[in-house]
Each structure stands twice: as C-alpha cells, then as structure tokens.
C-alpha cells in the first residue's frame, strides 16, 4: 500500500513553547500533579483532549463572517438544522452550547426517577447527568471491552444477552432508554458495529424501549464499520453514518469532537412531543431554541465542520495519524489498548505500573511523569475519571486503568507524534522507580477535572 498524507495543508501556524524540566516540576506541583489544572502555556503538545481542539478550515473561518447575531431565528441555525438532518437523519434538532448541555436535556426529558439506563460503557458527564436525573446507570457493553488486550474489531459492541436480561428483570416500563455511544470513549474510541446496532434496535422494538445515540465520535465509528464490516467497504462514510443512526430515536453530540469546531452542541429526535418538551427546555438552561447558547458564527462553522467531516479522505487521514503513533508504540511494546481506536491512543496504566495499586492513582501518575519528562500533556482515564458509587460512596473501581494521548483533528504533525512516542519511551524505561500518588483534595462532581495530588 502507498502511503498516505493529509488532504490539507497548513495555512496558519501557532507557536509553541518548550520549557525546562525546573519549569515543569513548578508547574505540576502547582497544578496538583492533575494535568486539567495546568496552564496551557506550559504545555509543549497538547494531547488532554480532541474536545474543542480541533482545526478549522479556511472554510470554516469563512463562515465565521457570516454569523447572524439575531436573538430569534438565526439564518445560521436554519442551515445547521438542515446539514444535521441531512447527514445524521434525525427530524428535530436542538442545539446547546456543547455535549453535556445536550446531556442534560435528553437526561431530565427521557428519565423518571428509579428508572434504569443501560449503556455501552459509561461516559463522565453523561452519566452524572442520568444520574442527576433520578437514572440508575446499568454497562452492558461486551466482557471484551474491559480487556485492553482483546483484539475484537468492534470492542463497542452491546452485549444483547446482559440487555436483555436487565429488561426482563427490571419491566421495560423501568428502563428510559438505550444510551448508545459511537467508538467508546472510554473502552479506548472502540466502535460498535452496524449489525450489532441493528440486533439492539430490533430486541427494543420487541419491548417497546427507545434508544439515544451518543453521536460524539460517530464519524469515527463510520471509518472502522466501512474498513472492518462486511458489506461496508464500498459505502461511503456519509451512507454509513446515516444507516447507522436510522436505527436509533434520537441523538446528541458534543460538536467539539467529529464536527471539527472549537464549541458546540446538538440533540436531535424524532418524536415530536419528546422535541416539544426539549426545546421548552433549552430555553430554560441553554437559550433560545435557535441558538442553544450558541453564537449564530458558531453555528454556520459547525455546519461546515459536519460537511466536512463526512468526506472519506479526511477521515482515513486522521485515524490513520493516531494509528501512525499506536505503531510506534506497539514496536517498541509499550502497553496499549489493542486495537487502536478512532480518538486517541490509551496507555494501559496497570501493565505500565504493575507495582503501583489502583489506589494510588496509576494512569494519574503516568500523566504526570510524561508531562514531567517532556511537556505533552496526557489524560486520567482511570480510577479517578470514574468516581464514586453514590450509594456506598466508595470509589468505583474501573476494570480499565488507562492513560489518554488524544489527537485534536489536523493539529499535529506526524513528527509530533514521533516526539509523543519517544517521550513515552523515556517514561517507560524509568518506570520501575515511580511512586504513585494520593489524593488531597477531592470535589463532589465530576472530581478528575479539579481534583489535586501529592506524590507519595
Ligand atoms: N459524550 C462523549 C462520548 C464525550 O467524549 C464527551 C466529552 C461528552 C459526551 C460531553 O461533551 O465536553 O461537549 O460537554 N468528552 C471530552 C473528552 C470532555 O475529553 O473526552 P462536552
């Protein structure tokens, strides 16, 4: 195969600041040794998160010009509502100022008090929202998404048995709905298959339950369904998107990832009184129904951003720019999740730091020790991203220990990556004599935003 290379060039550049490991050992102390605490500027690549990081095109700055400001009936809001049921398939949008607005909304609409949420997989803010609203959330995604080292191509994947088991034991009048993530954040940016979509649709339609999708990353899952499903591979990324969500109700999404802007938010359903209910709601906690928090320039680069994103060339590249570094690392066995998905690539914190006990933080400290080695700032995807039980209040003790490389879309070069993958190296090789860390202040909601540390 010949190699490929992004179907863009760069037009504007951003410097960037390298600092000394004095600077960095102030800066992490300061910060708690929690990297969320950390001031950009001291960051050298910037790996926390493919949220907001994104890119714009020189097309999407130019829709930027073209914002209408108007409090009621934003010209730019019409155009997104059309690109969204255009290319997601959905009948009614809502727009909100970013994923977890749309969270919220769907959440306090969607859920009775005592009522179960099954889902592939927790999310942070999604299911704090569920819970919010009275939710009990169930995971009923596959055994082999909680194995960083099983190869399934489609890791994302409900487990049908443990779902259905949850609706026979608890009525299907005490379960809102199927709340349904494309590539698994928190597997690893694992996908979920179509005929894995199409069995969860046709088991709800036999109990009468409604299924959300969590649209964040569903470009990505569109890639591995047209590269690894059979029947996909001469699909385009647009179709599959498309099919994909006709098995669903409705949908919400955090634009700041696929749609490729900077903020921006959107819930889309198909039926019309659950609609008239949402955007009742909007009004209430985001703004006005036709622009949800949003500027309406935000709006029209958002639509863009959509149209963009479904092109195949663009997607190819970009996931094969994260595969490009879990290659690198994988060559010189450093532990990852296997395989590699669409967002980011995940250290496996437990195989990096055997002698380190979940307790002690080890995807934390590992964050930590990369920052300190080299500036790239890296994420908790652990036992502190997961919290607390609000029953017992102990934590939870998540299966998957991982430390987050996210790649923001057409940021970085390829001769970042390889300065990622050596920095990680480093890391490696002096891990025998790291320590880990405890856990000194600790906030009610949502905790590995603002939590701090102390090394032990
Ligand atoms: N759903 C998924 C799957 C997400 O990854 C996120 C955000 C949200 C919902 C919430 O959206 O941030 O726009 O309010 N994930 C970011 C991350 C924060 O770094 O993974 P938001």
Redesign the pocket.
């Known amino acids: 195969r010949r190699s490929w290379a992004e179907p863009w060039k760069i037009k504007m550049v951003e410097p960037l600041r390298v600092t000394t490991r004095e600077e960095r050992e102030r800066a992490l102390a300061e910060a708690g040794y929690n990297t969320f605490l950390l001031r950009s500027e001291d960051v050298y690549i910037d790996l926390?998160?493919?949220?907001?990081t994104n890119a714009m095109s020189d097309r999407q700055w130019a829709a930027i010009m073209l914002g209408d400001e108007a409090y009621a009936g934003s010209r730019n809001f019409y155009r997104l509502e059309a690109t969204i049921q255009q290319y997601y398939g959905y009948r009614y949008v809502v727009p909100t100022?970013?994923?977890?607005?749309?969270?919220h909304l769907i959440s306090r609409a969607a859920i009775r008090p005592g009522q179960y949420v099954p889902g592939n997989m927790y999310?942070?803010?999604?299911r704090l929202h569920q819970e919010l609203a009275g939710g009990i959330f169930v995971d009923v995604i596959i055994d082999e998404a909680h194995d960083p080292q099983s190869l399934h191509p489609f890791k994302g994947n409900v487990d049908l048995d443990k779902l259905e088991a949850l609706i026979r034991r608890e009525g299907a009048q005490n379960i809102a709905y199927v709340s349904l993530?494309?590539?698994?954040?928190?597997a690893g940016g694992q996908p979920v298959s179509m005929a894995n979509v199409r069995a969860v649709r046709s088991l709800c339609d036999r109990y009468g339950v409604r299924i959300f999708l969590?649209a964040?990353?569903m470009i990505e899952n569109a890639f591995f369904i047209q590269e690894r499903e059979e029947g996909y591979a001469n699909r385009s990324i647009a179709e599959i998107l498309k099919e994909f969500c006709s098995y669903t109700d409705g949908a919400?999404?955090?634009?700041?990832?696929d749609a490729l802007v900077n903020?921006?938010?959107w819930l889309a359903v198909n039926d019309a009184e659950l609609f008239d209910e949402l955007r009742n709601l909007v009004v209430v906690y985001e703004g006005l129904h036709t622009y949800g928090g949003l500027a309406g320039r935000d709006m029209e680069a958002m639509a863009v951003g959509i149209e963009e994103s479904v092109q195949d060339d663009y997607i190819r590249a970009r996931i094969g720019q994260v595969r490009y570094l879990g290659e690198l690392l994988t060559d010189w066995d450093i532990p990852i999740v296997q395989p590699v998905g669409g967002?980011?690539i995940f250290l496996d914190a437990r195989r990096f730091y055997p002698h380190i006990p979940q307790r002690e933080f080890p995807a934390q400290t590992l964050a930590a020790e990369l920052y300190l080695d080299s500036g790239i700032r890296s994420?908790e995807?652990g036992i502190a991203s997961a919290g607390r039980d609000p029953k017992t209040g102990d934590h939870y003790y998540p299966k998957l220990e991982l430390t987050?490389l996210?790649i923001p879309r057409r940021v970085y070069t390829q001769a970042h990556m390889d300065v990622v993958a050596e920095a990680v190296k480093a890391v490696y090789d002096a891990r025998a004599q790291t320590r880990g860390l405890r856990m000194v202040y600790e906030p009610k909601y949502l905790r590995f935003f603002q939590a701090r540390f102390e090394r032990l």
Do not use: C
């Open positions: 926390l998160t493919d949220s907001g100022h970013q994923g977890r607005g749309a969270e999310f942070t803010t999604t993530a494309g590539t698994v954040n928190m969590d964040t990353r919400w999404m955090s634009a700041k990832k903020i921006g938010g967002h980011a994420m995807r987050r996210t």
